[in-house]
């Protein structure tokens, strides 16, 4: 099971920052995470950027156990 680590709004909704996910590839952790934390997480997946070890990924992309999938949504400061 891959590491899910989530930050700013989509971390808000799944009430957690980090857990650990199913999957073979990058978009089996980001539908299981989808199933386990519901509509409002899965209406910010699409604008988030999805990170695999710290590099750009798409959901193709194959995971192991020992990986971290990271989902970063748009942020803006001032």
């Not at 971390?11 to 519901?38: C, F, N, Q």
């Not at 409002?40 to 156990?65: K, M, S, Y």
């Amino acid at each position: 099971m891959a590491t899910l680590r989530l930050f700013a709004t989509i971390r808000v909704a799944a009430g957690t920052g980090k857990d650990t996910v199913p999957g073979h590839t990058v978009g089996d952790v980001i539908d299981a995470a989808t199933e386990r934390y519901g509509d409002t997480f899965a209406e910010l997946v699409p604008i988030c950027r999805i990170w695999l070890n710290g590099t750009p990924a798409d959901r193709d992309t194959a995971v192991t156990d020992t990986d971290e999938v990271a989902l970063l949504p748009p942020v803006s400061g001032g």
